[in-house]
């Protein structure tokens, strides 16, 4: 596989006109950027599709400093060329990348730590599907978490792309989970997929129902992306000695909270956010995740779950469907000759 300078090359991308819903994201020609050093050029067959895409789209998380104005974070594709000090991967080698940005493009720079081999048990729409959620669960639930062999972890947004992430993950390094959803269609699906049991939102109390199961102890791990009321709720539902992890604020800042709960039952509530972090913070995640969860993806024990692949030119279509809330797992863009990879539990294309 070959490519011409970039410079004399344009490519087909995602422009993000102002801040406003998904009408707001166009295709429009950019050129194609050079690797610089350490970095690889990727011509990018697919791209999911994560919240933190629809906030920079309204204006709420602007990209790092240095990063592409084009959204996206995880990509998937075929290396073209490698810049200097790059010399893992070869062109046409099948890989994905966690990146600060630029994935809703027919071609991404990443830098060469942050990239892993697409496993051959998954295509590359599900290889897309991969960085953000493995990266942003490994460090949050397992680094700062610390979750354990027979703890159990409580999930919020369980059918999410993360809440599915973190499920798997879980279930295969031995915990049990819990997760909370708002459907009895998320229920079953969280179910079938190891959850040992799924707390409807709507109809029960996730702090009631997490004591019931836990036989009063609560839970050792909870992991957040709602925030708001489910702050202090979060206290009363964790185990003596928990650990609260926080990554994300969809419901706004943390109300009638009582700082008593933490003290007496010596929580410890951490939080963290995975694009402003340095390459070589993200490079130390890969090497632990190659180490201990690719070897289940290459054996097929788990696979990212896609809920429905969209075009590039449809970004709008996918990112209404991700504020609908109404998928369960990932949304990804196909971008390049990935029609015959389209997984069996893939939507249309």
Not at 5 to 27: F, N, R, T, W, Y
Not at 52 to 70: F, K, S, T
Not at 253 to 267: D, F, G, H, S, W
Request: charged share 20%; aromatic share 6%.
């Amino acid at each position: 596989m070959t490519c011409k300078p970039a410079s004399q090359q344009l490519m087909l991308a995602i422009d993000i006109l102002k801040p406003g819903g998904p009408e707001v994201l166009v295709l429009a020609s950019h050129s194609i950027p050079r690797p610089r050093y350490g970095e690889i050029l990727v011509r990018v067959a697919a791209a999911g599709v994560n919240r933190p895409d629809v906030l920079q789209r309204r204006g709420l998380y602007l990209p790092p400093p240095g990063a592409p104005q084009v959204p996206g974070l995880e990509i998937a594709g075929h290396v073209v060329i490698s810049g200097e000090g790059a010399a893992r991967f070869q062109p046409g080698d099948k890989v994905c990348a966690l990146v600060p940005g630029g994935g809703y493009a027919e071609y991404c720079v990443a830098h060469e730590s942050n990239t892993l081999p697409v496993p051959q048990s998954l295509s590359l729409i599900e290889g897309a599907a991969v960085p953000e959620t493995f990266f942003t669960v490994w460090t949050n639930l397992f680094q700062r978490g610390k979750l354990k062999a027979g703890e159990t972890v409580l999930i919020h947004g369980g059918a999410s792309g993360i809440g599915t992430t973190a499920t798997m993950l879980s279930k295969a390094f031995g915990a049990t989970v819990l997760v909370t959803v708002g459907s009895e269609e998320k229920r079953q699906a969280c179910l079938d997929l190891g959850a040992d049991m799924a707390i409807n939102y709507h109809t029960q109390d996730f702090v009631e129902e997490t004591r019931k199961f836990t036989n009063g102890k609560g839970a050792n791990v909870i992991v957040d992306i709602i925030a708001g009321e489910y702050v202090a709720r979060n206290y009363k539902a964790a185990a003596m000695e928990g650990r609260i992890i926080q990554i994300g604020v969809q419901n706004g800042p943390a109300r009638e909270l009582n700082l008593m709960t933490m003290l007496t039952k010596r929580l410890t509530h951490s939080g963290s956010t995975l694009r402003p972090r340095s390459v070589a913070e993200k490079a130390q995640i890969a090497q632990e995740l190659e180490q201990k969860v690719w070897p289940l993806l290459r054996q097929g024990e788990i696979r990212p779950q896609i809920f429905r692949v969209f075009t590039l030119e449809k970004a709008a279509e996918a990112h209404a469907l991700m504020e609908s809330g109404a998928h369960i797992g990932k949304i990804v863009l196909a971008i390049s000759n990935v029609n015959s990879e389209v997984p069996g539990n893939a939507g249309k294309v």
